[in-house]
């Protein structure tokens, strides 16, 4: 059985493995527009900037504003969770390396039962047998279903377009796909069911769902992505304090030392952590900056 499975983490915990492709014309005529926020001193000089990003987006998706390709000419470095989302190839074999290091047993025997036909109905969407994620550790499991999940595309995220325009600019990793992979796989193994689970449950409405994330995100209404984001997977306090709040705290960290230098960034993550009061901009006005949403 092939273990080259390339998964994707759902809505704004994504790091996305996919093959490379062009990314299409971006440009959003008019608003509204996807949020953006200004990050000064207590002088009020602009230290940098930041952007919720969504990583899969349907074809053909406008969204940059004049106001971002402001921004993007006038930032010195981009700041990412992942920076080789191009990469593939090893992308997928770090992804191998960690999946299946464990024995991990019948997927079905991790899955609840009230959920089983969500799983079949994935199976009969990815064309695989029933046993092909039994060697996969469950969070992998749970990743790898979310990928069939979906129905926007990687190849049209947020992300990837912002990378491309760095191209010739010094970009900042927070995590590296190496990190983001090794937050879930040490995740308890309860935690782990827990995540499978979400996604299996999520995905009775994922085709809706996925648009209405993107909608929202399209229109910068954060209220709204605070609802959907706060849903399913992250309804669970011990996979939000893992998957969220733990790792904005870290970033918080990082970008202040990344202020504190003359470059300015624009800090480009998964828009759902950029909200509510354990979001990236909440984080950095506690440590003294002034955010601003200027989009």
Same mark, same amino acid.
């Given at each position: ?13 994504? #790091? ?7 990314q ?7 608003? /509204?527009?996807? =949020?953006? &926020? ?6 009020? =000089? ?17 969204w ?10 006038e ?21 191998? $390396?960690? =999946?299946?290091?464990?024995?991990a047993?019948?997927?079905? @025997?991790?899955?609840?039962p ?8 994935? %199976?009969?969407?990815a064309?695989?047998?029933?046993t092909y994620? @039994? /060697?996969?550790?469950? &969070? ?6 979310? $990928?069939?999940a979906?129905s926007?595309?990687?190849?049209? *995220?947020?992300?990837?377009? #912002?990378?491309?325009?760095? @191209? ?10 190496? *990190?983001? %992979? ?5 995740? /308890? ?5 827990d ?15 996925? *648009?209405?994330?993107?909608?929202? &995100? ?7 992505l605070? $609802?959907?984001?706060?849903? *399913?997977?992250?309804? @669970? /306090?011990? #996979?939000e ?9 870290? &970033?918080?960290? $990082? ?7 003359q470059?300015r960034p ?7 952590? #950029? ?20 989009e």
């Open positions: 059985m092939s273990r080259r499975f390339l998964p994707a983490l759902c809505a704004s915990l994504a #790091l996305l493995l996919a093959s490379c492709s062009q299409p014309d971006t440009a959003k005529p008019e608003g /509204p527009y996807p =949020a953006l &926020w200004e990050i000064s001193d207590g002088n009020g =000089a602009v230290e940098g900037w930041m952007f919720g990003t969504i990583h899969a987006l349907p074809d053909d998706t406008k940059r504003s004049p106001q971002l390709d402001t921004v993007l000419g930032a010195d470095m981009l700041v990412v969770e992942v920076a080789n989302l191009e990469d593939g190839a090893e992308l997928s074999r770090l992804f191998e $390396q960690m =999946a299946f290091d464990r024995p047993g019948p997927i079905v @025997d991790r899955i609840d009230n959920l089983r036909s969500e799983f079949e109905a994935l %199976l009969v969407k064309k695989v047998r029933r994620f @039994d /060697p996969m550790e469950s &969070w992998a499991a749970a990743l790898a279903l979310a $990928q069939v979906q926007a595309k990687s190849e049209n *995220g947020a992300d990837r377009a #912002l990378l491309a325009e760095f @191209d010739k600019r010094e970009v900042v990793e927070l995590e590296g796909a190496r *990190g983001q %992979l090794a937050i879930f796989d040490s995740l /308890p193994e309860a935690e782990q069911r995540l499978l689970n979400a996604v299996l449950e999520e995905s009775r409405d994922y085709e809706g769902e996925i *648009g209405t994330l993107a909608q929202a &995100w399209l229109e910068g209404d954060t209220d709204r605070s $609802q959907l984001t706060r849903r *399913g997977i992250l309804a @669970d /306090p011990e #996979l304090e893992a998957l969220l709040t733990r790792r904005n705290s870290d &970033w918080a960290a $990082q970008v202040e030392n990344l202020l504190s230098a470059d624009l800090i480009a993550v998964g828009a759902g952590h #950029l909200l509510g009061d354990e979001g990236l901009p909440a984080k950095l006005e506690a440590r003294g900056y002034a955010i601003r949403r200027i």
